[in-house]
């Protein structure tokens, strides 16, 4: 039987925690050839080297030529805010090229975002006006946004629908909002042309159950897991600080609605497909009209910050200790999904549970112990 040609598929940010992860997803199908840019802010090229190592030992015996280059990257150190880069990479393809973009490239901190919020704006909003202009002058017009479930704010139901008012308290949810408005305007002005879908992470969280790739910040991790992981094997001092201990939750701290970063990077995949001819998640939608699309991918339960560490401590026999502090500015009570319109539209599921996720990345920490290139 012939084989189908590689699609290209261009996914900003591929180096990074999510991002190397979904370029995995990608590889796995053996359907795509991975494009990949990255200016390594946040990231380290050495997730792609492992990425395709993965890749390639999971090949067949009776693997072909076109099976083996799909586990090859071609991965770019680029910046998305530099114009001439970014257009270089499309060029190597020309007109038609690449088939596809799946943009997760971010600065993703909430509490950051509030300090240089004009750093946010340019990086996120800029960098992805500038990314569809790019796309639409080399006939590139599929396009998978990695937004964020801070475009809700302090929602008013939980679970969250996609339904909800998009209303974020902060300055990188506002960006989100705002490339989502962009999307939908652009996609409404070339309905022809252009079909989009917005994908509403809630918190990513474990690593691949290989321990080769998982998340690796640089500096001291901003996010709970990475933090507990680290605390746990003595990169950073144990001195854990919980944000609040008086929300409108059973505990009294934040409640966030965590997913397997697997499962997630399944997400794409099916979103991504989602977006191919044949498709119907927009059949019922009138020729002239936008197509584009918004879906959560969370489990749709919610943990609280003390869940967490307690299942983090299960799971490493570490024993952390606290210290109760004020809010942090730009944090909500609880960001929990309703995944319903994913799993109806998409066949998106999340299987793997909250044990799981501390698992694999307890894996991940204790075989890298120092991160990537140790």
Same mark, same amino acid.
């Given at each position: 039987?012939?084989?189908?040609?590689?699609?290209?598929?261009?996914?900003?940010?591929?180096?990074?925690?999510?991002?190397?992860?979904?370029?995995?997803?990608?590889?796995?199908?053996?359907?795509?050839?991975?494009?990949?840019?990255?200016?390594?802010? !946040? +990231?380290?090229?050495?997730?792609?080297?492992?990425?395709?190592?993965?890749a390639k030992s999971n090949l067949p015996a009776n693997a072909t030529a076109q099976d083996k280059e799909s586990t090859e990257i071609d991965a770019y150190q680029a910046d998305l805010t530099?114009?001439?880069?970014?257009?270089?990479?499309?060029?190597?393809?020309? *007109?038609?090229?690449?088939? /596809?973009?799946?943009?997760?490239?971010?600065?993703?901190?909430?509490?950051?975002?509030?300090?240089?919020?004009?750093?946010?704006?340019?990086? !996120?909003?800029?960098?992805?006006?500038?990314?569809?202009?790019?796309?639409?002058?080399?006939?590139?017009?599929?396009?998978?946004?990695?937004? #964020?479930?801070?475009?809700?704010? %302090?929602?008013?139901?939980?679970?969250?629908?996609? %339904?909800?008012?998009?209303?974020?308290?902060?300055?990188?949810?506002?960006?989100?909002?705002?490339?989502?408005?962009?999307?939908?305007?652009?996609?409404?002005?070339?309905?022809?042309?252009?079909?989009?879908? +917005?994908?509403?992470?809630? !918190?990513?969280?474990?690593?691949?159950? #290989?321990?080769?790739? /998982?998340?690796?910040?640089?500096? $001291?991790?901003?996010?709970?897991?990475?933090? @507990?992981?680290?605390?746990?094997?003595?990169?950073?001092?144990?001195?854990?600080?919980?944000?609040?201990?008086?929300?409108? %939750?059973?505990?009294?701290?934040?409640?966030?609605?965590?997913?397997?970063?697997?499962?997630?990077?399944?997400?794409? @995949?099916?979103?991504?497909?989602? &977006?191919?001819?044949?498709?119907?998640?927009?059949?019922?939608? =009138?020729?002239?009209?936008?197509?584009?699309?918004?879906?959560?991918?969370?489990?749709?339960? /919610?943990?609280?910050?003390?869940?967490?560490?307690?299942?983090?401590?299960?799971?490493?026999?570490?024993?952390? *200790?606290?210290?109760?502090?004020?809010? $942090?500015?730009?944090?909500?009570?609880?960001?929990?999904?309703?995944?319903? &319109? =994913?799993?109806?539209?998409?066949?998106?599921?999340?299987?793997?549970? &909250?044990?799981?996720?501390?698992?694999?990345?307890?894996?991940?920490?204790?075989?890298?112990?120092?991160?990537?290139?140790?």
């Open positions: 039987m012939t084989q189908e040609p590689l699609q290209r598929v261009l996914v900003t940010g591929g180096a990074g925690y999510i991002g190397s992860h979904v370029v995995f997803a990608l590889q796995e199908t053996r359907r795509f050839k991975v494009i990949s840019i990255d200016n390594h802010h !946040n +990231s380290h090229p050495e997730s792609l080297a492992r990425v395709s190592q993965i530099n114009e001439a880069q970014v257009r270089a990479v499309f060029e190597k393809y020309g *007109k038609g090229g690449i088939w /596809g973009v799946i943009h997760i490239a971010a600065y993703k901190a909430v509490g950051e975002s509030t300090e240089i919020p004009l750093t946010y704006y340019q990086n !996120n909003v800029g960098a992805t006006v500038q990314l569809l202009q790019i796309m639409s002058d080399f006939e590139c017009t599929r396009f998978v946004y990695s937004s #964020s479930a801070t475009v809700y704010g %302090t929602p008013p139901h939980i679970p969250i629908p996609e %339904t909800t008012r998009l209303q974020a308290d902060s300055p990188y949810g506002r960006s989100k909002v705002m490339c989502e408005q962009i999307l939908q305007d652009l996609t409404a002005a070339e309905p022809q042309r252009w079909r989009a879908i +917005s994908l509403r992470y809630f !918190n990513p969280a474990g690593a691949h159950p #290989s321990g080769l790739i /998982g998340e690796e910040p640089r500096g $001291r991790p901003g996010n709970l897991f990475p933090l @507990l992981a680290h605390m746990a094997v003595g990169r950073v001092p144990p001195d854990l600080k919980v944000f609040g201990s008086d929300y409108p %939750t059973p505990d009294g701290t934040c409640v966030r609605d965590y997913i397997h970063v697997v499962d997630l990077a399944r997400g794409h @995949l099916l979103a991504l497909d989602a &977006l191919a001819p044949g498709s119907r998640i927009f059949a019922g939608v =009138a020729a002239d009209a936008p197509k584009i699309k918004a879906y959560n991918l969370g489990k749709g339960r /919610g943990m609280s910050v003390l869940q967490i560490v307690e299942a983090m401590r299960k799971a490493t026999g570490f024993e952390y *200790k606290y210290e109760i502090v004020g809010r $942090r500015r730009g944090d909500v009570p609880d960001l929990t999904a309703d995944p319903t &319109l =994913a799993e109806k539209e998409l066949g998106f599921k999340a299987p793997n549970d &909250l044990e799981t996720m501390c698992k694999d990345l307890w894996n991940w920490q204790t075989k890298n112990p120092k991160g990537y290139g140790q």
